[in-house]
Structure formats: structure tokens, C-alpha cells
């Protein structure tokens, strides 16, 4: 009988930091990621500033530092005169003030690295999990199949979901989020960046039109953009055709007709069907449910990767010891909510209000310009940037790396 003391169901940032910081506390760990490699276009690539912090405590700054990367700073909207600029993540306190803009295969590919040189780790890829091993009410592991088509089970005293907001095991555990309406969906491409635009120092443009937005990040090279449109309006824009979803893009954005040929198919338009949802329980006997898979984030703000890797962060200081002992109780798993609930309930409030006041108003046609009052008050009182920018680099209760796992 394959046995392991915990099953991690997920290699996105927070399965496989979680994996990484029991394994630094020598418990026996297996995390289990169904496809071959992390290479996926437009996941989250932000790197947040607390997330930074806590790298460096694991010792794995330098090697971090090393990776493809552009910092990301401030946060605003095109003027006449200029970028307004809202958020000012440079006003932070150094060396944790910016945003690294990292591709998150090697971000993964980094964390992966670090495990391996843990005795009590593995990582196995190419393992789908299917569903869920029970004895009465108790989770006991994963049934999976791997590539080649064999299955098998793992059994585990706890068995963690991090397989994202369509979590398979949250629905085997009968776990039902809470749903919040949600107005955009987001439409992910790159266009290149002239020679003049390039810098190591990023930021993001917000560009109104009428009743779409685009979002643009500076990145290596390129720009990554986000077309932002209604709810469930995808297959409209496919069956429009590519030119007339280029000439959307120059209409928000005229600045950009020199390049959106470089967008050849549609195919090179990734759509994000946008979710907001949050479980109210996050544990089961013998499971639980952390990351997108306890709390489905807006990509408002870009705050979903960072909570996700501080849920690792607390659940692994939290049911450490009791892996250690060789019984996890349902009481100490749902200290790992009662720990995350406040950060992950401010961040989707925040998110909830700019859907309603910001993007809603746009998206329905009853707004066409950029709110006024936060414009005049951080171009009156420009400390004021370092508010949002604080809210979104570092987050409301961020956590530090556990004491066992540093180096």
C-alpha cells in the first residue's frame, strides 16, 4: 500500500511551497501535479513583496533573483500630462518594495528544486488525481492515475487541496463555496514592447473604453494585456473574428495599431472566466482545502497567487507539529481558516467594491472615465500612494516562512 504522511494535490505556488516547508520539517510529503511540466501560458506571474520576504527567509533568494524578471512598481491611469499614478509600491520600505514579475513555471520550477533536496519530499508529475480514499467520515488519500493510464492510490494522514478553483476534491469532500457575481471576464494576450519602452522598472496601465477596459503590464520584452469585457461575452468576440478583436484593442488603445498583427489567431487570446467564491469551511476529517481551491480570487489587484502562498505558509506552521504526532484533528485544521480568514475576507471586499463601483459602471456603459476623487487626492497627497500599494505588495496579515524552515 503506497503511503505518505501528506498528500499535496497541486503544484501551483501553493501546493508546492507547502511541500517544500513540511518537508524542511521532516515530515514525509508527496505532492502530486497532473501534467508534465509547469509550463502553462498566462498564470499568475506576480511575485508579490511579502512573498519576496519570505523567499529570502528560506534561503532562496539569490536563486530567485536570478530568474527572468521585471519589478513592478506602481499602479495607475493614462492622463493628458502623463500616468497618474494611484499605487506607489517604491514608497514601501526596501528591499520589499516592488512586485517581480517572474514567470511562474520558474518560480514552480524554483520551489521544485529546493524540495528535492529534502529527504521526505517528492514530486510526482504526470499524476491526475481522480478522487478520494474514505474509512467512515475520515479522508484517508487520493485514488490517481497517472500518464500512462495505471492507477493507484495514496494514502495519507491528511490529504491537503490545492488543485485549484475548480478543486475536484472539494467537491468529492461535498464543500460548497459560497458564489459572489462577478460582471468581466479577462482575455489574456502579449503584444511586443518597442526598444524605447522597455526598463527595469514596470508598472500597469488601466485604459478605459466604452464598456471594455484594457489592463497592460510591462514585462520582459512585451507587454501582457488583459482585455476586460462582460461576463460570459466570449463567444461573441470568437465568432466576430480576429481583426474585428484587434480593432477593439486599438479603439481603447490607439497607441497599440502598430502591433496588434503580432496577435495571429485566436487562439493566442487566452480567456479567463472570472470567479469570486469563498468556502465558509475550509476542512474536512483528514482534508483541507487552501488557495484558490478555499477562496477563487478576482485578478483584480493580482492578489489570488499571494494569498494563496501565505495559506501555505500558515498551514504549515500550523499542522506541523500535529503531522509530527501522527494525528491531525479537525480542530487544528480549521485553525488554518480561522488564521487566513481576515486577509482573504479583506481582499475579496476590496475586490467586491471595485466590481461594483469601478468596472461594473464601465462594462454596462455608465461610466467612461477613471473615478476622480482617489486621482486628486493621491496627485494632492502623493504619500497616499503607498496605501493601495501596501494593501496589494505586502496584503493584510502576511506571514513570514515557519522557524523550521529557514535557512
Known amino acids: 500500500m503506497e503511503r505518505t504522511t501528506c498528500a499535496i494535490v497541486g503544484g501551483g505556488p501553493a501546493g508546492m511551497l507547502l511541500g517544500l516547508l513540511l518537508a524542511r520539517a521532516g515530515i514525509e510529503v508527496t505532492v502530486l501535479e497532473k501534467h508534465a511540466d509547469f509550463l502553462r501560458d498566462f498564470r499568475g506571474d506576480t511575485v508579490h513583496a511579502s512573498t519576496i520576504r519570505m523567499i529570502d527567509e528560506l534561503g532562496l533568494g539569490k536563486e530567485f533573483r536570478k530568474l527572468p524578471q521585471s519589478k513592478l512598481q506602481t499602479v495607475g491611469f493614462p492622463a493628458g500630462d502623463g500616468t497618474t499614478v494611484l499605487g506607489d509600491i517604491s514608497r514601501l520600505r526596501p528591499p520589499y518594495n516592488f512586485i517581480a514579475m517572474v514567470p511562474q513555471w520558474d518560480f514552480l520550477d524554483l520551489l521544485a528544486d529546493a524540495g528535492k533536496q529534502e529527504p521526505t519530499y517528492t514530486l510526482r508529475m504526470n499524476t491526475e488525481v481522480t478522487g478520494l480514499l474514505k474509512e467512515g467520515d475520515r479522508i484517508t488519500g ?17 490529504t491537503v487541496a ?45 485604459h478605459i473604453g466604452d464598456r471594455e477596459l484594457l489592463l497592460m503590464i510591462n514585462r520582459e520584452g512585451y507587454f501582457q494585456i488583459a482585455y476586460l469585457g462582460a461576463k460570459g461575452a466570449d463567444p461573441k468576440l470568437r465568432a466576430e473574428g480576429l ?21 495571429e489567431d485566436m487562439d493566442d487570446v487566452k480567456m479567463l472566466d472570472v470567479k469570486l467564491n469563498r468556502l465558509h469551511e475550509w476542512h474536512r476529517d483528514g482534508l483541507l482545502c487552501i488557495g484558490d481551491a478555499a477562496h477563487a480570487m478576482s485578478p483584480v489587484g493580482g492578489i489570488g497567487i499571494n494569498l494563496a502562498v501565505q495559506d501555505a505558509a500558515a498551514a504549515a506552521r500550523l499542522i506541523a507539529e500535529p503531522l509530527r504526532r501522527g494525528r491531525v484533528s479537525p480542530d487544528d485544521l480549521a485553525k488554518v481558516r480561522k488564521r487566513r480568514w481576515l486577509p482573504m475576507v479583506v481582499a475579496q471586499g476590496l475586490q467586491r467594491f471595485l466590481h461594483a463601483k469601478v468596472l461594473a459602471p464601465v462594462l454596462q456603459g455608465e461610466r467612461t472615465s477613471y473615478p476622480k476623487a482617489p486621482t486628486v487626492l493621491t496627485r494632492l497627497f502623493p504619500p497616499l500612494r503607498a496605501v493601495p500599494a501596501y494593501v496589494i505588495a505586502i496584503g493584510v496579515r502576511p506571514e513570514h516562512a515557519p522557524d523550521f524552515a529557514r535557512r
Open 162 to 206: 490545492c488543485d485549484g478553483r475548480t478543486s475536484l476534491l472539494r467537491r468529492e469532500a461535498g464543500l460548497v463555496p459560497e458564489e459572489f457575481p462577478v460582471p468581466l471576464d479577462a482575455w489574456w494576450f502579449r503584444l511586443p514592447r518597442h526598444e524605447e519602452e522597455t526598463g527595469e522598472v514596470g508598472g500597469i496601465q488601466i
Open 243 to 263: 481583426q474585428a478583436f484587434r480593432d477593439r484593442i486599438v479603439r481603447i488603445n490607439p497607441k497599440l495599431a502598430d502591433r496588434v498583427d503580432s496577435i
Open 142 to 158: 487520493v485514488r490517481y492515475r497517472t500518464k500512462d493510464g495505471e492507477e493507484g492510490e495514496l494514502h495519507a494522514d491528511l
